[in-house]
């Protein structure tokens, strides 16, 4: 049975088009894979009608704003909030939505005064429905994969995209299957897609693994993939950064960091940066920087060892499981969003993403261990005089603290790097750990403790 078409009835093709994001060529529909059919790169979408008639900035600023008083479904999304922006729907109740988007933007001040820069901020997308930043691009292609008439949708996942795609799938009638790779994978993030009725498949293998076998699944069934090469994906996925320059009245920080795994997330506020210049809502851009962990490090050995012109992919291993990827599929599109933001790529250790996400939680701000690179990341980039103290900073935090739990219970009971080579640098951490207290039950008890406390 011949897959359906990424084009379909319901599917107002004219309003944007394919592009390849290496030839240039442009196309009205998309094979499966996502491939452009001439020289096999990724695809992009494009507008081609705002050549002709660019759609007036002030107007969308204020048609965004008075968007926020609607109580209509598709309003209430903090993605099709901004639709003026994406791929055109006939209506509006054609969008599967769980009220994405809308997450807040908190200052640091414990943080701000560690790394030396006062201006920091953080960007929660762990706050999304199902806690993380992957909602923002899965509303829209999940909606645009039931447009095309798909009643399968599937992925290859760390964890994050398989419980965002199961819902939004769930949401939309339609079935899905996960790809996960076995014992590598948080249970938490397993438990969602399996609470909402995926398909879910273990494969011996890591998730770069996972991701070839899904290639070759949509050429052979009916099943249209959402990973982060689907350019749907990241279509949603860049109102993260339209929100933000809100939240900013329209004012771009200097420096705006992410966490780097498929690469797809950093491509997509890049995109969207481009965007908002070209259409007059922003008058600069604002650098856009990647940090990965230094075990799935692809990106920066790309950058160091091949000037970006061809991928090193290296056998991932890292803790922070949501970036544990070794082939990233978008790494030509981050790094145009590098060249065109004038950004930087730093990788930092597991110790170091460690420390940095007890600090975020110090807070009282949690998130999983992928997004405390962008903490770790910064001190690394003020010590190298890239990003200057008299700056403004947004980090961007991808992933909820519950998504790993049980890192953040290793860490505190001072297991985390247990007979591991990051084992000496445990001592560095103590100051950091809170592990629980296990006391008889009186109420001296209780007070030395508390008495204890206060003197530390």
């Given at each position: ?8 009835q319901?599917?107002?093709q004219a309003?944007?088009?394919f592009?390849c ?8 529909t ?12 990724l ?8 050549k ?7 107007k ?18 903090g ?5 003026e ?6 209506s509006?109740?054609?969008a599967?939505t ?10 640091l ?9 006062p ?11 199902t ?7 899965m ?25 965002s ?26 438990s ?9 498949c273990?494969?011996?293998t ?8 899904l ?8 099943v ?17 950064a ?8 329209w004012?771009?920080?200097d ?13 997509a ?13 922003i008058?600069?851009?604002p650098?856009l920087?990647v940090?990965q ?27 922070a499981t ?47 261990p992928?997004s405390a ?11 190298q ?30 297991d ?13 951490l103590?100051?950091?750990r809170?592990?629980?207290i ?5 109420l001296?008890?209780?007070?030395r403790?508390?008495?204890q406390?206060?003197?530390?």
């Open positions: 049975m011949p897959p359906p078409s990424t084009s379909a319901g599917v107002r309003a944007f088009r592009r994001i290496t030839c240039g060529d442009l196309s009205d998309a094979s499966q894979d996502f491939r452009c059919a001439r020289c096999g790169d695809l992009e979408i494009t507008y081609p009608r705002w002709e008639a660019s759609p007036d900035a002030a969308l600023k204020a048609t965004w704003r008075n968007r926020r008083l609607s109580s209509d479904p598709i309003d209430l999304s993605v099709w909030r901004f639709r922006l994406l791929p055109a729907l006939e509006d109740e054609q599967i769980l009220r994405e988007g809308n997450t807040p933007l908190y200052e001040p414990q943080c701000a005064r560690i790394t030396g820069v201006r920091l901020l953080a960007k929660h997308q762990g706050l999304n429905p806690g993380s930043f992957k909602d923002a691009g509303t829209v292609a999940a909606t645009f994969a039931r447009l095309a008439g798909f009643r399968w949708v599937a992925c290859a996942s760390t964890g994050n995209t398989s419980a795609m199961a819902a939004y799938a769930a949401r939309g009638g339609m079935r899905s299957m996960v790809l996960v790779p076995d014992g590598k994978i948080s249970w938490s993030k397993l969602q897609a399996l609470d909402y009725g995926a398909v879910t273990q494969l011996r890591d998730f770069d693994g996972c991701l070839r076998l290639q070759e699944l949509v050429r052979r069934a009916p249209y993939q959402l990973n982060s090469i689907n350019p749907f994906r990241l279509e949603g996925q860049k109102t993260l339209l929100e933000l320059l809100e939240q900013l009245d004012q771009p920080p420096h705006i960091i992410v966490p780097g795994g498929n690469l797809g997330n950093s491509s506020i890049g995109k969207a940066l481009l965007e908002m210049q070209a259409l007059g809502l008058s600069r851009l650098k920087s940090i962990a230094e075990g799935a490090n692809a990106l920066v050995r790309t950058l160091r060892e091949a000037d970006g012109k061809r991928l090193i992919s290296v056998q991932a291993e890292t803790h949501a970036i544990r990827i070794g082939n990233p599929a978008s790494w030509k599109k981050a790094v145009h969003v590098l060249e065109a933001t004038g950004g930087a790529c730093e990788q930092v250790s597991e110790v170091e993403i460690a420390q940095a996400k007890a600090e975020i939680g110090a807070e009282g701000i949690g998130c999983e992928a690179v962008t903490l770790a990341g910064l001190k690394k980039l003020v010590k005089g890239f990003v200057k103290p008299e700056e403004s900073v947004v980090l961007v935090l991808t992933g909820n603290l519950l998504k790993d739990p049980d890192f953040t219970m290793e860490f505190h009971q001072g985390l790097f247990k007979n591991t080579s990051d084992e000496s640098g445990r001592a560095a103590d100051a950091l809170r592990p629980p296990v006391l008889d039950a009186t001296d008890a209780v007070i403790t508390l008495e406390a206060e003197k530390s």
